[in-house]
């Protein structure tokens, strides 16, 4: 067979084509007469968020990055730009790159090829979210891509994941640590894929709302007649709104969004049902849902009606029973403002036995409250007014006279009245009264009182009042001592009370003395109604003992 000239021309030209493209070739990436040569490098893999670059080059004057996708160069002109791949570099996951290098108008190019990996995505797409108590939690618009490895943790929660390696697992709160907080965080680490080998975190925050709950402090609630009910021991929690609502009863709630509202009854329909109704109903907290409905009683009861009894007088030493007249009860108590005592305050009708400051006082106030139902109640007082006597027996002559009878108030003209034809002088401290020549200096009595007397005859004076006051002070030096008690008190309170500041006691009109420096002690006790004469080395206060 002959040669086809045509087939054979077509293999020289083909020959010296490749051999032209081989020389050009060469000479695009290596200039013999300048000696300029460039190299972009290997073909690589990069992550997409950034592709480091390393070219070569040699003998140029500049260079410069180009590509054929839709990224950006942080710096074009220089070997080791930085490429940022565009939305068409990644979706087609690769890109070519071209260094050109320049010198002495002859230009030399290199093209390096780069696969893109995607990098890893970690994106809960939630800030905070909010769950019931109780309820699970499920990440499903958790958004985690291009992964080697996923990890969920919570740094302050107790609860557990289904899978902690998982893209979208659910979360178990635990009620003990977690409800306690309100809110926890919630955390998720991805690992990226060679050649993205780094990790992306995200957190959120994960609340949780109390189901709804109410105590409407106990089933039945008890009040009387005349009166509202305030359910001051209702509580709430986890709710968004609440209503009070009557169900059987006519009235109506005051403040009936209020978990402690106040029902105000019908009378006419109210109390003759004896007890009737009431609703509280409750809406939970988003996203918890469900309204809840809770029911109690309320009871109605008349008001007791009392009179403690009339206003009374008894003397010192006696005792009150007073006659009070009560209603619509189930007990009573009795109380006393001042210190006596009842031998039964539960009784209708106690003793009563006063004690030593309400002697004093001259009066005491005695209460009594009745109750009905445990919450119903009704109080009254009345006054007993306790008034002392005294007899005070002054012989003739020369006598010291004291009284345990508050005189406070009274003149010493009041006082003496009842023998004032008897009466011939009377002396305390300074001053003095001697009606005889019209000279009274008498004119402030203290209390307790005590004067130095002279009578004409024997007599006998009446007191009447408040028990005195048993405490007396004494001046440095001579003074009167009265006793304002109405029992005998040995000489011995004194030496104890006193110890080495008294000096001695003497009786007025009598020769009994109390000398503690001679060791005499021929006075033994200090009478009721008498005065004697006392000297102190200091001001001192004595106070006498109550009777018994």
Same mark, same amino acid.
């Given at each position: 067979?002959?040669?086809?000239?045509?087939?054979?021309?077509?293999?020289?030209?083909?020959?010296?084509?490749?051999?032209?493209?081989?020389?050009?070739?060469?000479?695009?990436?290596?200039?013999?007469?300048?000696?300029?040569?460039?190299?972009?490098?290997?073909?690589?893999?990069?992550?997409?968020?950034?592709?480091?670059?390393?070219?070569?080059?040699?003998?140029?004057?500049?260079?410069?990055?180009?590509?054929?996708?839709?990224?950006?160069?942080?710096?074009?002109?220089?070997?080791? $730009?930085?490429?940022?791949?565009?939305?068409?570099?990644?979706?087609?996951?690769?890109?070519?790159?071209?260094?050109?290098?320049?010198?002495?108008?002859?230009?030399?190019?290199?093209?390096?090829?780069?696969?893109?990996?995607?990098?890893?995505?970690?994106?809960?797409?939630?800030?905070?979210?909010?769950?019931?108590?109780?309820?699970?939690?499920?990440?499903?618009?958790?958004?985690?891509?291009?992964?080697?490895?996923?990890?969920?943790?919570?740094?302050?929660?107790?609860?557990?994941?289904?899978?902690?390696?998982?893209?979208?697992?659910? /979360?178990?709160?635990?009620?003990?640590?977690?409800? $306690?907080?309100?809110?926890? #965080?919630?955390?998720?680490?991805?690992?990226?894929?060679?050649?993205?080998?780094? /990790?992306?975190?995200?957190?959120?925050?994960?609340?949780?709302?109390?189901?709804?709950?109410?105590? #409407?402090?106990?089933?039945?609630?008890?009040?009387?007649?005349?009166?509202?009910?305030?359910?001051?021991?209702?509580?709430?929690?986890?709710?968004?709104?609440?209503?009070? !609502?009557?169900?059987?009863?006519? &009235?109506?709630?005051?403040?009936?969004?209020?978990?402690?509202?106040?029902?105000?009854?019908?009378?006419?329909?109210?109390?003759?049902?004896?007890?009737?109704?009431?609703? !509280?109903?409750?809406?939970?907290?988003?996203?918890?849902?469900?309204?809840?409905?809770?029911?109690?009683?309320?009871?109605?009861?008349?008001?007791?009606?009392?009179?403690?009894?009339?206003?009374?007088?008894?003397?010192?030493?006696?005792?009150?029973?007073?006659?009070?007249?009560?209603?619509?009860?189930?007990?009573?108590?009795?109380?006393?403002?001042?210190? &006596?005592?009842?031998?039964?305050?539960?009784?209708?009708?106690?003793?009563?036995?006063? &004690?030593?400051?309400?002697?004093?006082?001259?009066?005491?106030?005695?209460?009594?409250?009745?109750?009905? &139902?445990?919450?119903?109640?009704?109080?009254?007082?009345?006054?007993?007014?306790?008034?002392?006597?005294?007899?005070?027996?002054?012989?003739?002559?020369?006598?010291?006279?004291?009284?345990?009878?508050?005189?406070?108030?009274?003149?010493?003209?009041?006082?003496?009245?009842?023998?004032?034809?008897?009466?011939?002088?009377?002396?305390?401290?300074?001053?003095?009264?001697?009606?005889?020549?019209?000279?009274?200096?008498?004119?402030?009595?203290?209390?307790?009182?005590?004067?130095?007397?002279?009578?004409?005859?024997?007599?006998?004076?009446?007191?009447?009042?408040?028990?005195?006051?048993?405490?007396?002070?004494?001046? $440095?030096?001579?003074? !009167?001592?009265?006793?304002?008690?109405?029992?005998?008190?040995?000489?011995?309170?004194?030496?104890?009370? #006193?110890?080495?500041?008294?000096?001695?006691?003497?009786?007025?009109?009598?020769?009994?003395?109390?000398?503690?420096?001679?060791?005499?002690?021929?006075?033994?006790?200090?009478?009721?109604?008498?005065?004697?004469?006392?000297?102190?080395?200091?001001? $001192?206060?004595?106070?006498?003992?109550?009777?018994?």
């Amino acid at each position: 067979m002959k040669p086809n000239p045509y087939n054979y021309f077509m293999n020289i030209l083909s020959s010296l084509t490749l051999l032209l493209f081989s020389v050009l070739l060469i000479n695009n990436s290596s200039y013999a007469q300048t000696g300029l040569t460039v190299n972009a490098g290997a073909d690589f893999a990069a992550c997409e968020n950034a592709i480091y670059l390393n070219g070569t080059a040699e003998n140029y004057e500049s260079v410069l990055w180009s590509t054929n996708g839709d990224g950006t160069f942080d710096d074009a002109g220089i070997l080791t $730009a930085q490429y940022f791949p565009g939305e068409n570099d990644v979706m087609l996951t690769q890109v070519e790159l071209c260094l050109a290098a320049f010198a002495g108008g002859e230009q030399l190019t290199d093209r390096v090829d780069v696969s893109i990996s995607l990098a890893p995505v970690a994106n809960i797409n939630v800030d905070q979210a909010t769950i019931c108590y109780f309820d699970a939690y499920t990440f499903e618009d958790a958004e985690i891509l291009n992964y080697s490895a996923i990890q969920w943790f919570t740094a302050n929660g107790g609860g557990n994941f289904s899978d902690e390696n998982i893209p979208n697992p659910t /979360y178990f709160p635990s009620s003990f640590v977690d409800y $306690a907080q309100g809110c926890i #965080l919630i955390n998720v680490l991805v690992q990226g894929v060679d050649p993205c080998e780094f /990790y992306v975190e995200d957190t959120m925050e994960l609340c949780f709302a109390p189901n709804p709950q109410v105590d #409407l402090g106990g089933d039945t609630h008890y009040t009387c007649y005349d009166e509202n009910y305030t359910f001051e021991d209702a509580t709430a929690s986890g709710t968004s709104f609440i209503q009070w !609502l009557p169900v059987t009863g006519g &009235g109506y709630f005051e403040n009936a969004n209020d978990i402690n509202a106040t029902y105000v009854p019908d009378p006419e329909y109210d109390y003759p049902q004896g007890c009737i109704f009431v609703m !509280l109903m409750a809406e939970p907290i988003s996203p918890c849902t469900g309204s809840i409905e809770e029911y109690a009683q309320i009871c109605f009861s008349p008001t007791p009606e009392v009179d403690a009894g009339n206003d009374d007088i008894i003397f010192a030493g006696q005792t009150f029973s007073p006659s009070p007249v009560v209603s619509d009860y189930d007990n009573v108590l009795w109380e006393t403002s001042g210190d &006596g005592t009842f031998d039964n305050e539960t009784q209708l009708s106690p003793t009563y036995t006063p &004690g030593t400051a309400d002697k004093e006082n001259g009066m005491v106030t005695l209460s009594i409250t009745a109750y009905l &139902g445990g919450t119903c109640s009704a109080s009254d007082d009345l006054i007993l007014t306790i008034v002392t006597q005294q007899q005070i027996d002054i012989p003739e002559g020369w006598s010291g006279i004291s009284t345990f009878v508050n005189t406070e108030g009274l003149s010493f003209e009041e006082i003496i009245a009842p023998i004032a034809d008897k009466l011939v002088y009377a002396q305390n401290k300074l001053q003095f009264y001697w009606p005889e020549y019209g000279i009274n200096t008498l004119q402030e009595v203290v209390n307790p009182g005590a004067f130095k007397v002279y009578l004409n005859t024997a007599a006998t004076l009446p007191l009447a009042g408040s028990a005195s006051t048993r405490i007396v002070n004494l001046p $440095a030096g001579w003074s !009167l001592l009265p006793v304002p008690v109405s029992c005998p008190v040995p000489y011995q309170e004194l030496i104890d009370q #006193l110890s080495s500041n008294l000096i001695i006691v003497s009786e007025i009109g009598g020769e009994n003395i109390i000398w503690p420096a001679g060791n005499i002690f021929t006075l033994t006790e200090l009478i009721p109604g008498k005065a004697y004469m006392i000297k102190v080395v200091d001001a $001192a206060q004595l106070g006498f003992p109550a009777c018994e």
